[in-house]
């Protein structure tokens, strides 16, 4: 029997479906515990339909690792001319999001699995480049605004706020009772 070909957006919804059913596993089960199987029951498929649109566990990992640098480039989503408070709060706020911890828990997962595959260490590294970028030019406006020394770097000022932002991101992991919003005041008032 031949099954009709899907058109390109029922192939592209299939795939966010599939993609969408990893996240919960890898979520849930890690990376080295969740199976294909696991996933196409995830989203309720076959093993069959998902190998047709992901040819491996693996490529399924390089796809999510793909997605989260594009949400990162959204991460922060500057108004217009935002002040590095207002950004370093908007960034600690996320964590408080109803659908965070799952993400985070998939985002510590890729960075382990990224420490010894090029690939996803490329794209990690391209999704923290991309959440570090507003922070670096909020630096850089404060500095002109002479609210931060010109002596520091505003590469490094975005790097430490990227990493405290990825260290709590961490914590959330493995405490989800973490309150964010309490970071976010800490963090504001340090930045005063």
């Known amino acids: 029997m031949v099954l009709p070909k899907l058109s390109q957006s029922d192939t592209e919804a299939r795939k966010s479906h599939i993609l969408e059913a990893a996240h919960r596993c890898l979520g849930e089960r890690g990376f080295s515990r969740t199976t294909m199987r696991d996933i196409a029951r995830q989203a309720n498929l076959s093993l069959g339909g998902v ?14 690792a793909r997605e989260g640098r594009e949400k990162t480039g959204t991460l922060l989503k500057p108004s217009e001319d935002p002040e590095l408070p207002a950004l370093v709060d908007s960034l600690v706020r996320k964590l408080e999001a109803k659908d965070c911890l799952e993400g985070v828990r998939v985002d510590v997962r890729l960075w382990g699995e990224a420490l010894h595959t090029p690939e996803l260490k490329k794209l990690v590294l391209e999704a923290f480049a991309n959440a570090k970028a507003p922070l670096v030019e909020a630096a850089k406006r404060a500095q002109s605004r002479r609210r931060i020394s ?3 770097s505003p590469d490094s000022i975005g790097r430490v706020f990227l990493g405290t932002f990825l260290g709590l991101a961490v914590q959330k992991a493995f405490d989800p009772k973490m309150d964010a919003g309490e970071c976010a005041r800490v963090m504001a008032y340090l930045l005063r």
């Open 51 to 64: 190998y047709s649109h992901f040819g491996s566990k693996r490529e399924l990992m390089r796809e999510l």
């Open 150 to 152: 010109r002596k520091l």
